[in-house]
């Protein structure tokens, strides 16, 4: 299985970015979508993430910013991001968990924000 994520770019501070990632094929045992980022010599964090039953989670930092979705039938998942600031500039990464232990990473996609 392969996950293609998209919609990183640039944008100045405030504005907005749709990121998506779809998986290459339909993952049966799927359980957990989900965003983490990893900024210039930092460590790769976790930005948010959704159970297939529709949970969400996210970290403090874009709390109130960020919006993760989900469309099961097609194993995709989305990251609506507003009211972006320079500090969430990072290569952000997708990443579904299965049921049975397996788990799958997309290769990231960059966004900047200016300020």
């Known amino acids: 299985v392969q996950l293609q994520a998209s919609g990183g770019g640039l944008v100045q501070a405030r504005g907005s970015l749709r990121l998506s990632c779809a998986a290459s094929?339909?993952?049966?045992?799927?359980?957990?979508m989900g965003w983490y980022r990893q900024a210039p010599g930092k460590q790769r964090e976790l930005v948010a993430t959704?159970?297939?039953?529709?949970?969400?989670n996210y970290d403090e930092s874009v709390k109130g910013r960020f919006t993760i979705s989900g469309d099961n039938a097609k194993n995709t998942v989305y990251l609506q991001m507003n009211s972006l600031k320079p500090e969430d500039t990072a290569v952000y990464y997708c990443?579904?968990?299965?049921?049975?232990?397996?788990?799958?990473w997309g290769k990231g996609t960059l966004v900047t924000v200016s300020s």
């Open positions: 990443n579904f968990r299965t049921y049975n232990g397996g788990e799958y």
């Open positions: 959704i159970t297939t039953s529709k949970l969400t």
């Open positions: 094929r339909s993952i049966l045992t799927l359980n957990v």
